[in-house]
């Protein structure tokens, strides 16, 4: 614990609408319903809520939840950048508040209509970006790359060359979101199971990536209540400790598009990250007994095992065959089914998930869970989290 | 080229000479800057500036007397009833013969669009002002609401009778075919405005790059204070930390580091399926654009390609990399 934040705050309420592909309400609606939902489950009341974080890419303003809510006064309201490698800084920006007593109660939360609203995977839309200002150097669109799926293939394409990954072996990770979601009533894809060659027959997206290797899209929110580990102790759910919490950019970092590295077969942010929750927590790689490894594009999750210490540079496709990151394997990855099975909600339906595995009480619980780790988005400048047991 | 994309480039070629040009000898505006135009003016605004209006107010404030509302420049300058009776304008006058060139073309239509203006100090009573108007710039064609048409802008510039600016102004008009006319024509003949690819913008850390693609040339940013070469471009070496910095013309050989073939969603002004890769240039930088000339099947990691630049739309050229045998 060579940290100071470390296990000085927790997660002790989480909240979310249902997933769906058309909520039919606004995304404000949505984000006051799930962190409506987080209070409920804490045991706590709105006016007990003095702080905020969200997502730059948040539409609904902090202030706008607080009015919805009646919360009567914020002392702390931040938001983080990166689009979903926002996600676990959220909880960092909430624990770091709470622990330097800037505030006693902090709601993170991200809602949107991805959708039936703006979909990501639309691509950028807009022929002439004439205002420099919204984005000040684009080396990408001219060519075609305007999609997070074709910027993350190009990273896939080299893995693949560098380490003689397949196709296949970004389809288990696909077939064991799918595995879990299919017992999770709340997941998009419950009780819809895929197999590896329902994987390699779908069709192509951007080459080598095929359909069942992007995430979903959908509409939702899910919102986390943090306070300080002393008083989780006296509220209504088994709280998840904040063990570890971490942010991480490094060199020559662009927003998924990090190509000019000696080296882009890995993910460096994401090893800044492992190295700091394996610091701050004082764990190890054994000490976790499933994870949450952000899966907005299957690749990713064999680089971020690797860059988390899991296994070895480029024996990530040895590490994940046989079935290891399936509910009863060693290692069971995205339990409520990943971005891929159960929803895309930018990250954050993955750390709700990481608080039911630490409380024991998930739809596919795994068996003796101390810690869990939970990472944030990929490509982009990232963070991560280790929960744990009181 | 059918005979109607004929027509239009010659009708291009034509309204382009126009750029650069005066309207005509410069113009003297008829009346001096006076109260009693001021005073109309301001009644029209609802604009009760004493400083406009009440001499002896006027005297007491930063001005020091009577003054014209800034946004009256353009006024001193209007010539009335004959703007819409072409035959009492001169014959010379080189806007007149623009439009009228649009009118034969099935341009009738105009609108203003829009105006800015920059003020160099405010006019007083007895000023007298004189404005010289150059046709700036003729866009390329665009769709809009109205019809298909050309963005004209006229830059004004007023000077007083020491010939120095006191203000200037641009000026846009649409001139535009009617929309029923358009589709008209549309329907006859033409084929709909093919979609273009997303442009880069272009700032102050990024324009000469894509400029020097307009040209042909594939650039390296080079640091002058280390010689690091560095892309894609930015204002400061990261090595270093000088903001000096040069380029060089890269020689375009280099190899694929690593590439995609694009499928979904097909993105409207590019070709699919669409190659891209990422090339390390033999200089040592590496960059991102489309590979050509190649199937995309027969495309790997490690060969050998070359830049040629290619005109993907009007107006914009990029680097292609096609494979070397």
């Known amino acids: 614990m060579s940290n100071s934040l470390s296990e000085r705050a927790a997660i002790v309420g989480i909240g979310a609408t249902e997933f769906s592909k058309a909520s039919g309400r606004s995304e404000l609606q949505l984000a006051l319903e799930a962190a409506k939902a987080a209070i409920d489950d804490a045991g706590l009341e709105p006016a007990d809520v003095d702080g905020m974080v969200t997502f730059t890419m948040e539409s609904s303003e902090e202030i706008a939840v607080a009015r919805g809510l009646g919360i009567p006064k914020l002392t702390h309201f931040s938001r983080v950048h990166f689009g979903g490698g926002a996600a676990c800084g959220t909880v960092q920006q909430a624990a770091m508040a709470v622990a330097t007593g800037v505030s006693k109660a902090v709601i993170c939360y991200r809602g949107f209509n991805e959708r039936s609203g703006r979909r990501f995977g639309a691509g950028r839309q807009g022929r002439t970006p004439d205002i420099p200002a919204a984005l000040p150097t684009d080396w990408y669109a001219p060519f075609g790359l305007v999609t997070p799926a074709a910027w993350v293939a190009m990273f896939a394409r080299r893995y693949m060359h560098e380490y003689g990954a397949t196709s296949e072996d970004f389809g288990r990770v696909a077939v064991a979101d799918r595995r879990h979601a299919a017992t999770n009533p709340k997941a998009w894809f419950y009780d819809r199971p895929i197999s590896l060659e329902d994987h390699q027959k779908s069709r192509w997206i951007v080459e080598p990536l095929h359909l069942l290797d992007c995430c979903q899209e959908s509409d939702g929110a899910v919102a986390l209540l943090v306070t300080s580990s002393e008083r989780a102790r006296d509220l209504r759910q088994p709280p998840a400790i904040i063990r570890a919490s971490a942010q991480g950019s490094s060199f020559e970092q662009e927003m998924m598009t990090s190509y000019y590295r000696d080296d882009i077969s890995g993910l460096d942010e994401m090893g800044l990250v492992g190295d700091q929750l394996w610091e701050m927590s004082g764990l190890r790689p054994d000490d976790i007994r499933t994870a949450v490894i952000y899966d907005h594009f299957t690749p990713f999750v064999l680089t971020q095992l690797e860059e988390l210490g899991f296994c070895k540079r480029g024996e990530a496709r040895h590490f994940i065959a046989d079935g290891r990151i399936e509910l009863d394997g060693e290692l069971p990855l995205n339990t409520h089914g990943g971005q891929l099975g159960e929803a895309y909600i930018h990250g954050m339906n993955g750390i709700a998930e990481g608080v039911r595995q630490v409380r024991g009480s998930a739809v596919n619980q795994v068996d003796a869970v101390e810690n869990v780790l939970v990472t944030a988005g990929t490509g982009v400048p990232t963070s991560g989290l280790i929960l744990g047991r009181a | ?325």
């Not at chain 2, 890269?250 to 190899?255: D, V």
Request: proline share 7%; charged share 25%.
């Open chain 2, 1 to 325: 080229m059918s005979e109607l994309e004929k027509k239009k480039t010659e009708f291009e070629a034509r309204i382009r000479e126009f750029v650069g040009l005066p309207e005509g000898p410069p113009y003297l505006c008829p009346d001096a800057v006076n109260e009693a135009m001021i005073r109309h003016w301001c009644d029209a605004m609802g604009d009760q500036n004493p400083a406009y209006l009440d001499a002896d107010a006027a005297a007491e404030t930063v001005h020091g007397g009577l003054v014209a509302p800034p946004t009256m420049l353009q006024s001193w300058e209007m010539r009335g009833y004959p703007m819409h009776d072409a035959t009492r304008l001169l014959p010379q006058n080189n806007q007149r013969k623009l439009h009228a060139a649009f009118d034969e073309a099935g341009y009738t239509g105009v609108v203003a669009t829009d105006t800015e203006q920059e003020y160099a100090r405010y006019l007083r009573p007895g000023d007298r002002i004189t404005a010289e108007t150059t046709i700036e710039s003729i866009s390329e064609e665009k769709a809009t609401a109205l019809g298909i048409g050309y963005f004209i802008v006229t830059r004004s510039v007023f000077s007083d009778e020491q010939g120095e600016e006191v203000g200037n102004l641009s000026f846009r008009v649409l001139k535009f075919k009617p929309a029923q006319e358009a589709q008209a024509a549309q329907e006859s003949a033409a084929a709909p405005a093919k979609p273009t690819r997303i442009r880069s913008p272009y700032g102050h850390d990024n324009g000469w790059w894509w400029e020097a693609c307009q040209e042909g040339r594939l650039l390296i940013q080079k640091c002058s204070g280390c010689g690091e070469l560095r892309h894609p471009p930015r204002p400061m070496c990261g090595s270093c930390q000088s903001t000096e910095w040069d380029s060089i013309e890269a020689s375009g050989r280099g190899s694929v580091y690593s590439f995609t073939v694009l499928h979904y969603p097909p993105i409207p002004g590019y070709d699919f399926p669409c190659p891209v890769g990422l090339i390390d240039l033999e200089e040592g930088t590496r960059i991102c654009a489309n590979i050509a000339g190649v199937e995309p099947e027969d495309i790997h990691i490690g060969m050998k390609v070359e830049c040629m630049f290619d005109d993907v739309d009007e107006g914009l050229k990029l680097p292609f990399f096609y494979m070397v045998e």
